[in-house]
Protein backbone atom coordinates (compact mmCIF):
# COMPACT_ATOMS: atom_id res chain seq x y z
CA UNK A 1 0.00 0.00 0.00
CA UNK A 2 3.12 2.30 0.76
CA UNK A 3 4.44 1.79 -2.37
CA UNK A 4 1.10 1.98 -4.39
CA UNK A 5 0.78 5.57 -2.60
CA UNK A 6 4.13 6.53 -3.17
CA UNK A 7 4.27 5.83 -7.37
CA UNK A 8 0.82 7.63 -7.29
CA UNK A 9 1.91 10.80 -5.40
CA UNK A 10 5.72 10.23 -8.01
CA UNK A 11 3.08 10.66 -10.81
CA UNK A 12 1.33 13.42 -9.83
CA UNK A 13 4.45 14.91 -8.81
CA UNK A 14 5.39 14.57 -12.64
CA UNK A 15 2.28 15.47 -14.20
CA UNK A 16 2.24 18.72 -12.40
CA UNK A 17 5.93 19.63 -13.03
CA UNK A 18 5.50 18.95 -16.16
CA UNK A 19 2.16 21.13 -16.74
CA UNK A 20 4.00 24.38 -15.01
CA UNK A 21 6.77 24.03 -17.54
CA UNK A 22 4.57 23.73 -20.44
CA UNK A 23 1.77 25.15 -18.70
CA UNK A 24 0.04 24.03 -22.29
CA UNK A 25 -3.40 22.71 -20.51
CA UNK A 26 -3.20 25.20 -18.07
CA UNK A 27 -3.17 28.09 -20.90
CA UNK A 28 -5.79 26.53 -22.90
CA UNK A 29 -8.45 25.88 -20.26
CA UNK A 30 -7.95 29.31 -18.45
CA UNK A 31 -8.44 31.17 -21.78
CA UNK A 32 -11.23 29.22 -22.95
CA UNK A 33 -12.77 29.89 -19.57
CA UNK A 34 -12.29 33.67 -19.21
CA UNK A 35 -14.03 33.99 -22.95
CA UNK A 36 -16.79 32.01 -22.59
CA UNK A 37 -17.29 33.77 -19.43
CA UNK A 38 -17.35 37.10 -21.50
CA UNK A 39 -19.64 35.74 -24.71
CA UNK A 40 -21.94 34.72 -21.71
CA UNK A 41 -21.85 37.83 -19.99
CA UNK A 42 -22.97 39.89 -23.37
CA UNK A 43 -25.34 36.71 -24.89
CA UNK A 44 -27.46 36.70 -21.77
CA UNK A 45 -28.24 40.81 -20.90
CA UNK A 46 -29.19 39.83 -16.75
CA UNK A 47 -30.58 41.80 -14.86
CA UNK A 48 -29.18 41.33 -10.75
CA UNK A 49 -32.14 39.62 -9.76
CA UNK A 50 -32.30 36.75 -12.87
CA UNK A 51 -28.48 36.59 -12.42
CA UNK A 52 -28.51 34.47 -9.25
CA UNK A 53 -30.46 31.98 -10.86
CA UNK A 54 -28.36 31.67 -13.85
CA UNK A 55 -24.74 32.15 -11.88
CA UNK A 56 -24.97 28.29 -10.67
CA UNK A 57 -25.46 27.45 -14.74
CA UNK A 58 -22.86 29.45 -16.05
CA UNK A 59 -20.24 28.10 -13.80
CA UNK A 60 -20.34 24.87 -14.01
CA UNK A 61 -20.93 25.02 -17.86
CA UNK A 62 -17.53 27.04 -18.11
CA UNK A 63 -15.52 24.63 -15.82
CA UNK A 64 -16.85 21.67 -17.55
CA UNK A 65 -16.14 22.44 -20.99
CA UNK A 66 -12.80 23.71 -20.18
CA UNK A 67 -12.45 20.78 -18.00
CA UNK A 68 -12.86 18.38 -21.00
CA UNK A 69 -9.90 20.44 -22.97
CA UNK A 70 -7.55 19.09 -19.82
CA UNK A 71 -9.23 15.86 -19.66
CA UNK A 72 -8.18 15.40 -23.43
CA UNK A 73 -4.49 16.63 -22.76
CA UNK A 74 -3.87 14.27 -19.38
CA UNK A 75 -3.91 11.30 -21.13
CA UNK A 76 -2.95 12.38 -24.39
CA UNK A 77 0.47 13.92 -23.63
CA UNK A 78 1.50 10.62 -22.24
CA UNK A 79 1.00 9.16 -25.82
CA UNK A 80 2.88 11.39 -27.92
CA UNK A 81 6.78 10.29 -26.53
CA UNK A 82 5.10 6.67 -26.06
CA UNK A 83 5.27 7.41 -22.08
CA UNK A 84 2.21 5.88 -21.23
CA UNK A 85 3.87 2.21 -22.33
CA UNK A 86 6.27 3.13 -19.86
CA UNK A 87 4.21 3.89 -17.11
CA UNK A 88 2.67 0.42 -17.99
CA UNK A 89 5.40 -1.58 -17.49
CA UNK A 90 6.78 0.21 -14.39
CA UNK A 91 3.92 0.45 -12.07
CA UNK A 92 3.14 -2.31 -9.99
CA UNK A 93 -0.58 -2.09 -10.69
CA UNK A 94 -2.23 0.01 -13.40
CA UNK A 95 -5.20 1.15 -11.43
CA UNK A 96 -2.34 3.26 -9.78
CA UNK A 97 -2.39 5.36 -13.24
CA UNK A 98 -5.92 5.74 -12.72
CA UNK A 99 -5.78 7.26 -8.90
CA UNK A 100 -2.67 9.70 -10.17
CA UNK A 101 -4.39 11.04 -13.63
CA UNK A 102 -7.78 11.51 -10.82
CA UNK A 103 -5.91 13.91 -8.43
CA UNK A 104 -4.25 15.73 -10.95
CA UNK A 105 -7.08 16.49 -13.21
CA UNK A 106 -9.11 17.14 -9.88
CA UNK A 107 -6.31 19.61 -8.74
CA UNK A 108 -6.06 21.21 -12.49
CA UNK A 109 -9.98 21.85 -12.02
CA UNK A 110 -9.88 23.49 -8.64
CA UNK A 111 -7.34 25.66 -9.79
CA UNK A 112 -9.47 26.69 -12.73
CA UNK A 113 -12.38 27.01 -10.45
CA UNK A 114 -10.66 29.44 -8.37
CA UNK A 115 -9.42 31.37 -11.34
CA UNK A 116 -12.96 31.33 -12.57
CA UNK A 117 -15.12 32.36 -9.49
CA UNK A 118 -13.55 36.12 -9.31
CA UNK A 119 -13.89 36.82 -12.67
CA UNK A 120 -16.92 35.88 -12.37
CA UNK A 121 -17.81 37.83 -9.70
CA UNK A 122 -16.04 40.68 -11.06
CA UNK A 123 -17.89 40.36 -14.95
CA UNK A 124 -21.35 39.72 -13.08
CA UNK A 125 -20.95 42.24 -10.17
CA UNK A 126 -21.89 38.97 -7.55
CA UNK A 127 -20.00 37.88 -4.88
CA UNK A 128 -19.78 33.99 -5.04
CA UNK A 129 -17.41 33.73 -1.64
CA UNK A 130 -19.83 31.06 0.02
CA UNK A 131 -18.44 28.12 1.77
CA UNK A 132 -21.42 26.06 0.54
CA UNK A 133 -20.91 26.96 -3.09
CA UNK A 134 -17.35 25.73 -2.82
CA UNK A 135 -18.11 22.78 -1.63
CA UNK A 136 -20.55 22.39 -4.12
CA UNK A 137 -18.17 22.69 -6.90
CA UNK A 138 -15.29 20.35 -5.32
CA UNK A 139 -18.03 17.33 -5.00
CA UNK A 140 -18.49 18.24 -8.98
CA UNK A 141 -15.26 18.47 -9.58
CA UNK A 142 -14.58 15.29 -7.93
CA UNK A 143 -17.28 13.78 -9.75
CA UNK A 144 -16.13 14.96 -13.10
CA UNK A 145 -12.65 14.17 -12.88
CA UNK A 146 -13.29 10.49 -11.82
CA UNK A 147 -15.49 10.23 -14.75
CA UNK A 148 -13.79 12.25 -17.52
CA UNK A 149 -10.44 10.20 -16.09
CA UNK A 150 -11.45 6.94 -16.80
CA UNK A 151 -13.20 8.13 -20.21
CA UNK A 152 -10.07 10.18 -21.15
CA UNK A 153 -7.69 6.60 -20.75
CA UNK A 154 -10.50 4.82 -22.91
CA UNK A 155 -10.66 7.40 -25.93
CA UNK A 156 -7.17 8.09 -26.26
CA UNK A 157 -6.01 4.93 -27.68
CA UNK A 158 -8.48 5.77 -30.48
CA UNK A 159 -8.05 7.92 -33.52
CA UNK A 160 -11.55 9.95 -33.06
CA UNK A 161 -10.31 10.42 -28.82
CA UNK A 162 -11.34 14.45 -29.31
CA UNK A 163 -14.48 13.63 -31.00
CA UNK A 164 -14.71 10.74 -28.50
CA UNK A 165 -14.76 12.10 -25.28
CA UNK A 166 -17.54 14.61 -25.01
CA UNK A 167 -19.72 12.38 -26.54
CA UNK A 168 -19.13 9.58 -24.23
CA UNK A 169 -18.20 11.58 -21.29
CA UNK A 170 -21.50 13.94 -21.04
CA UNK A 171 -24.38 11.89 -20.71
CA UNK A 172 -21.99 9.68 -17.79
CA UNK A 173 -22.34 13.27 -16.28
CA UNK A 174 -25.89 13.92 -16.06
CA UNK A 175 -26.32 13.49 -12.33
CA UNK A 176 -23.43 15.48 -12.19
CA UNK A 177 -24.75 18.39 -13.95
CA UNK A 178 -28.00 18.28 -12.59
CA UNK A 179 -26.92 18.02 -8.98
CA UNK A 180 -24.57 20.56 -9.19
CA UNK A 181 -26.61 23.31 -10.88
CA UNK A 182 -29.09 22.53 -8.53
CA UNK A 183 -27.12 22.68 -5.51
CA UNK A 184 -25.30 25.71 -6.55
CA UNK A 185 -28.66 27.48 -6.93
CA UNK A 186 -30.20 26.74 -3.89
CA UNK A 187 -26.75 28.12 -2.13
CA UNK A 188 -26.91 31.10 -4.19
CA UNK A 189 -30.56 31.54 -3.53
CA UNK A 190 -29.80 31.71 0.52
CA UNK A 191 -31.81 28.24 0.93
CA UNK A 192 -30.92 26.61 3.87
CA UNK A 193 -29.08 23.24 3.90
CA UNK A 194 -32.04 20.54 4.71
CA UNK A 195 -33.49 22.46 0.83
CA UNK A 196 -30.60 21.23 -1.48
CA UNK A 197 -28.80 18.23 1.26
CA UNK A 198 -30.85 15.42 -1.41
CA UNK A 199 -28.24 16.63 -3.84
CA UNK A 200 -25.51 17.33 -2.15
CA UNK A 201 -25.35 13.21 -1.35
CA UNK A 202 -26.32 12.51 -4.39
CA UNK A 203 -22.90 13.87 -5.75
CA UNK A 204 -21.19 12.51 -2.65
CA UNK A 205 -22.82 8.70 -3.79
CA UNK A 206 -21.94 9.19 -7.85
CA UNK A 207 -18.26 10.69 -6.90
CA UNK A 208 -17.78 7.89 -3.98
CA UNK A 209 -19.31 5.17 -6.86
CA UNK A 210 -17.34 5.68 -9.99
CA UNK A 211 -14.19 6.43 -8.34
CA UNK A 212 -13.89 3.03 -6.48
CA UNK A 213 -15.76 1.57 -10.47
CA UNK A 214 -13.02 3.67 -12.41
CA UNK A 215 -9.91 1.69 -10.24
CA UNK A 216 -11.58 -1.50 -10.30
CA UNK A 217 -12.56 -1.88 -14.25
CA UNK A 218 -9.00 1.00 -15.46
CA UNK A 219 -7.04 -2.25 -16.23
CA UNK A 220 -9.38 -3.41 -18.39
CA UNK A 221 -10.45 -0.53 -19.97
CA UNK A 222 -6.75 0.72 -21.20
CA UNK A 223 -5.99 -2.62 -22.26
CA UNK A 224 -6.36 -4.32 -25.72
CA UNK B 1 29.56 -15.37 -13.92
CA UNK B 2 25.93 -17.15 -13.70
CA UNK B 3 25.89 -20.56 -14.37
CA UNK B 4 23.56 -21.72 -16.97
CA UNK B 5 20.87 -23.56 -14.72
CA UNK B 6 20.83 -19.56 -13.14
CA UNK B 7 20.00 -18.01 -16.69
CA UNK B 8 16.55 -16.45 -17.26
CA UNK B 9 15.07 -18.42 -20.15
CA UNK B 10 11.66 -16.72 -22.01
CA UNK B 11 9.57 -18.77 -24.46
CA UNK B 12 6.85 -17.97 -26.81
CA UNK B 13 4.65 -20.85 -27.73
CA UNK B 14 2.47 -20.66 -30.86
CA UNK B 15 2.02 -16.89 -30.47
CA UNK B 16 -0.40 -15.39 -32.95
CA UNK B 17 -1.94 -11.68 -33.55
CA UNK B 18 -4.05 -10.51 -35.65
CA UNK B 19 -5.03 -6.68 -36.39
CA UNK B 20 -8.60 -7.39 -38.01
CA UNK B 21 -7.79 -9.32 -40.79
CA UNK B 22 -4.32 -9.21 -40.80
CA UNK B 23 -2.92 -11.94 -39.14
CA UNK B 24 0.59 -10.27 -38.51
CA UNK B 25 1.91 -13.67 -36.05
CA UNK B 26 1.23 -17.04 -36.80
CA UNK B 27 1.72 -19.58 -34.27
CA UNK B 28 5.09 -18.12 -33.78
CA UNK B 29 7.49 -19.98 -31.93
CA UNK B 30 11.03 -18.67 -30.01
CA UNK B 31 13.12 -19.16 -27.41
CA UNK B 32 15.11 -16.94 -26.10
CA UNK B 33 18.10 -17.82 -23.29
CA UNK B 34 19.73 -15.22 -21.12
CA UNK B 35 23.24 -14.43 -21.74
CA UNK B 36 22.55 -14.61 -25.77
CA UNK B 37 21.58 -11.67 -28.01
CA UNK B 38 19.04 -12.62 -30.35
CA UNK B 39 18.92 -9.84 -33.31
CA UNK B 40 15.36 -10.58 -34.88
CA UNK B 41 15.50 -9.90 -38.49
CA UNK B 42 13.11 -9.21 -40.99
CA UNK B 43 11.32 -6.96 -43.95
CA UNK B 44 9.48 -4.08 -43.00
CA UNK B 45 5.68 -4.70 -41.76
CA UNK B 46 6.85 -8.56 -40.84
CA UNK B 47 5.85 -7.90 -37.19
CA UNK B 48 8.98 -7.24 -35.21
CA UNK B 49 7.59 -4.27 -33.37
CA UNK B 50 4.58 -6.14 -32.47
CA UNK B 51 6.45 -9.62 -30.94
CA UNK B 52 8.19 -7.45 -28.85
CA UNK B 53 5.02 -5.64 -27.34
CA UNK B 54 3.35 -8.93 -27.06
CA UNK B 55 6.28 -10.23 -25.16
CA UNK B 56 6.49 -7.48 -22.82
CA UNK B 57 2.75 -8.04 -21.94
CA UNK B 58 2.02 -4.29 -23.79
CA UNK B 59 -0.14 -6.36 -26.34
CA UNK B 60 -2.41 -9.64 -25.75
CA UNK B 61 -1.56 -12.12 -28.15
CA UNK B 62 -4.87 -14.32 -29.37
CA UNK B 63 -3.49 -17.46 -28.92
CA UNK B 64 -0.18 -18.70 -27.26
CA UNK B 65 1.86 -18.45 -24.23
CA UNK B 66 4.64 -16.98 -22.37
CA UNK B 67 6.98 -18.83 -20.66
CA UNK B 68 9.82 -17.39 -18.10
CA UNK B 69 11.69 -19.88 -16.59
CA UNK B 70 9.49 -22.63 -17.45
CA UNK B 71 6.75 -20.77 -15.84
CA UNK B 72 3.70 -19.39 -17.36
CA UNK B 73 4.22 -15.64 -17.53
CA UNK B 74 0.61 -13.74 -16.44
CA UNK B 75 1.06 -10.14 -17.06
CA UNK B 76 -1.82 -9.78 -14.52
CA UNK B 77 0.52 -10.55 -11.56
CA UNK B 78 1.74 -6.97 -10.53
CA UNK B 79 5.65 -7.01 -11.13
CA UNK B 80 5.26 -9.45 -14.52
CA UNK B 81 6.01 -6.41 -16.86
CA UNK B 82 8.67 -4.97 -14.68
CA UNK B 83 11.14 -7.77 -15.29
CA UNK B 84 11.89 -5.86 -19.00
CA UNK B 85 13.58 -3.31 -19.98
CA UNK B 86 12.37 -2.20 -23.07
CA UNK B 87 13.67 0.50 -25.94
CA UNK B 88 11.06 1.05 -28.54
CA UNK B 89 10.71 3.62 -31.63
CA UNK B 90 9.50 6.28 -29.35
CA UNK B 91 11.52 7.31 -26.52
CA UNK B 92 9.14 7.17 -23.06
CA UNK B 93 10.63 10.37 -22.14
CA UNK B 94 8.96 13.44 -20.78
CA UNK B 95 10.06 16.43 -22.97
CA UNK B 96 9.88 18.90 -20.25
CA UNK B 97 11.66 16.97 -17.76
CA UNK B 98 15.85 16.92 -17.58
CA UNK B 99 17.21 13.49 -18.52
CA UNK B 100 18.28 13.56 -14.64
CA UNK B 101 14.62 13.99 -13.93
CA UNK B 102 13.33 11.56 -15.71
CA UNK B 103 15.81 9.15 -15.04
CA UNK B 104 14.80 9.56 -11.42
CA UNK B 105 11.33 9.21 -12.22
CA UNK B 106 11.69 5.99 -13.60
CA UNK B 107 13.55 4.59 -10.60
CA UNK B 108 11.17 6.27 -8.37
CA UNK B 109 8.20 3.91 -10.47
CA UNK B 110 10.52 0.62 -10.01
CA UNK B 111 10.78 1.24 -6.72
CA UNK B 112 14.38 1.26 -7.42
CA UNK B 113 17.84 2.61 -5.77
CA UNK B 114 19.09 5.68 -7.97
CA UNK B 115 21.67 7.21 -5.74
CA UNK B 116 23.25 10.10 -6.96
CA UNK B 117 26.77 8.44 -7.86
CA UNK B 118 24.52 5.61 -9.64
CA UNK B 119 22.77 8.18 -11.39
CA UNK B 120 26.09 9.86 -12.77
CA UNK B 121 27.97 6.42 -13.55
CA UNK B 122 24.40 5.27 -15.75
CA UNK B 123 24.79 8.34 -17.56
CA UNK B 124 28.24 8.17 -18.37
CA UNK B 125 27.91 4.69 -19.40
CA UNK B 126 25.08 5.71 -22.13
CA UNK B 127 27.48 8.96 -22.52
CA UNK B 128 25.76 11.65 -21.41
CA UNK B 129 27.94 12.15 -18.47
CA UNK B 130 29.10 15.70 -19.18
CA UNK B 131 25.30 16.73 -20.33
CA UNK B 132 23.91 19.76 -18.72
CA UNK B 133 20.25 19.08 -17.17
CA UNK B 134 18.05 20.58 -19.70
CA UNK B 135 14.60 19.32 -20.23
CA UNK B 136 15.01 16.36 -22.88
CA UNK B 137 12.66 18.60 -25.53
CA UNK B 138 16.15 20.30 -26.62
CA UNK B 139 18.10 16.58 -27.11
CA UNK B 140 18.96 15.62 -30.12
CA UNK B 141 17.69 12.35 -31.47
CA UNK B 142 20.61 10.96 -30.70
CA UNK B 143 21.20 11.95 -27.24
CA UNK B 144 17.64 11.03 -26.57
CA UNK B 145 18.13 7.49 -28.10
CA UNK B 146 21.19 7.16 -25.29
CA UNK B 147 18.67 8.38 -22.53
CA UNK B 148 16.38 5.88 -23.73
CA UNK B 149 18.91 3.13 -23.07
CA UNK B 150 19.22 5.00 -19.64
CA UNK B 151 16.14 4.49 -18.74
CA UNK B 152 15.33 0.84 -19.67
CA UNK B 153 18.79 -0.06 -17.96
CA UNK B 154 17.83 1.66 -14.99
CA UNK B 155 15.82 -0.71 -13.33
CA UNK B 156 17.95 -4.43 -14.21
CA UNK B 157 15.94 -5.85 -16.12
CA UNK B 158 15.78 -9.60 -16.65
CA UNK B 159 15.08 -8.80 -20.50
CA UNK B 160 16.40 -6.17 -22.98
CA UNK B 161 13.87 -5.96 -25.69
CA UNK B 162 15.40 -3.44 -28.35
CA UNK B 163 13.32 -2.21 -30.91
CA UNK B 164 16.17 -0.49 -33.78
CA UNK B 165 18.40 0.68 -30.99
CA UNK B 166 20.78 2.04 -33.56
CA UNK B 167 18.08 4.42 -34.31
CA UNK B 168 19.59 8.08 -34.20
CA UNK B 169 22.72 7.11 -33.01
CA UNK B 170 26.04 8.05 -34.43
CA UNK B 171 29.47 5.74 -35.29
CA UNK B 172 30.49 6.55 -31.45
CA UNK B 173 26.65 6.00 -29.81
CA UNK B 174 26.09 2.61 -31.94
CA UNK B 175 30.00 1.41 -30.83
CA UNK B 176 28.93 2.74 -26.92
CA UNK B 177 25.49 0.65 -27.46
CA UNK B 178 27.25 -2.18 -28.38
CA UNK B 179 29.42 -1.85 -25.23
CA UNK B 180 26.45 -1.92 -23.11
CA UNK B 181 24.81 -4.95 -24.38
CA UNK B 182 27.94 -6.96 -24.21
CA UNK B 183 28.06 -6.34 -20.65
CA UNK B 184 24.35 -6.44 -19.67
CA UNK B 185 24.67 -9.94 -21.53
CA UNK B 186 27.83 -10.81 -19.87
CA UNK B 187 25.28 -10.33 -17.01
CA UNK B 188 23.19 -13.05 -18.02
CA UNK B 189 20.09 -10.98 -19.75
CA UNK B 190 17.95 -12.47 -22.43
CA UNK B 191 18.54 -9.34 -25.27
CA UNK B 192 16.42 -9.53 -28.23
CA UNK B 193 17.02 -6.44 -30.40
CA UNK B 194 15.29 -5.95 -33.81
CA UNK B 195 17.48 -4.27 -36.59
CA UNK B 196 18.22 -3.35 -40.57
CA UNK B 197 21.58 -2.63 -39.15
CA UNK B 198 23.45 -5.41 -40.04
CA UNK B 199 27.09 -4.50 -39.65
CA UNK B 200 26.44 -3.50 -36.21
CA UNK B 201 24.40 -6.46 -35.40
CA UNK B 202 27.03 -8.85 -36.62
CA UNK B 203 29.33 -7.44 -33.76
CA UNK B 204 27.00 -8.60 -30.65
CA UNK B 205 24.85 -11.30 -31.82
CA UNK B 206 24.51 -14.70 -30.84
CA UNK B 207 21.70 -15.95 -33.06
CA UNK B 208 19.88 -14.70 -35.87
CA UNK B 209 16.23 -15.25 -36.33
CA UNK B 210 14.62 -14.69 -39.40
CA UNK B 211 10.93 -13.32 -39.02
CA UNK B 212 8.72 -13.85 -42.23
CA UNK B 213 4.86 -14.52 -42.91
CA UNK B 214 4.69 -14.23 -39.17
CA UNK B 215 6.82 -16.79 -38.04
CA UNK B 216 10.50 -17.21 -37.17
CA UNK B 217 11.30 -18.45 -40.82
CA UNK B 218 15.28 -19.43 -39.36
CA UNK B 219 17.66 -19.35 -36.71
CA UNK B 220 20.94 -18.62 -37.85
CA UNK B 221 23.70 -18.67 -35.03
CA UNK B 222 26.63 -16.36 -35.78
CA UNK B 223 29.53 -17.98 -35.86
CA UNK B 224 32.21 -16.66 -38.45
CA UNK B 225 29.45 -15.05 -40.53
CA UNK B 226 30.68 -12.25 -42.47
CA UNK B 227 28.27 -9.27 -43.11
CA UNK B 228 27.62 -10.55 -46.82
CA UNK B 229 26.81 -14.06 -45.62
CA UNK B 230 24.22 -12.94 -43.26
CA UNK B 231 22.67 -10.87 -46.47
CA UNK B 232 22.64 -13.80 -48.32
CA UNK B 233 20.94 -16.32 -45.89
CA UNK B 234 18.59 -13.32 -45.44
CA UNK B 235 17.80 -12.60 -48.72
CA UNK B 236 17.30 -16.33 -49.24
CA UNK B 237 14.76 -16.46 -46.40
CA UNK B 238 12.66 -13.69 -47.04
CA UNK B 239 12.76 -12.93 -51.24
CA UNK B 240 13.75 -16.49 -52.39
CA UNK B 241 12.58 -15.79 -55.96
CA UNK B 242 15.28 -13.00 -56.42
CA UNK B 243 17.96 -14.67 -55.21
CA UNK B 244 17.21 -17.46 -57.41
CA UNK B 245 16.32 -15.52 -60.42
CA UNK B 246 19.75 -13.40 -59.36
Known sequence: MKNWLKTALTLVWKDLVQEWRSRDMLTAMLSFAVLTLFIFNYAMELNPASRSEAAAGIIWVVIVFAGTLGLNRSFTAEQDQGCFDALVMAVPELSVIYVAKLITNLLVMLFLTVLVIPIYSLLYNQSLFMPMLWLVLLLGAWGYSATGTLIAGMTVQTRMRDLLLPILLFPLLMPVNMAVVKAAGAVLAGSALSGYASWVNLLLVYDIIMTVLSILVFEYVIQE | ???????????????????????????????????????????????????????????????????????????????????????????????????????????????????????????????????????????????????????????????????????????????????????????????????????????????????????????????????????LRYQQITQPESVAAA
Open chain 2, 1 to 231: MKTETDLTQLEARAISKRYGTQRVLDHLDLALNGGEVTCLLGPNGAGKTTLLRVLSGLQRSQTGELLLDGARLDFHQPDARRQFGLVMHQPFLYEHLTGPENLRFYARLYQAELPEAQLRQLLTRVGLGKTRPVPVRSYSRGMKQRLTIARALLHNPRILLLDEPYTGLDQQGCQLLNSLIGEEQANGRVILATTHELNHARQIASLFAVLTRGKIAALIPNVGLSLDDIQ
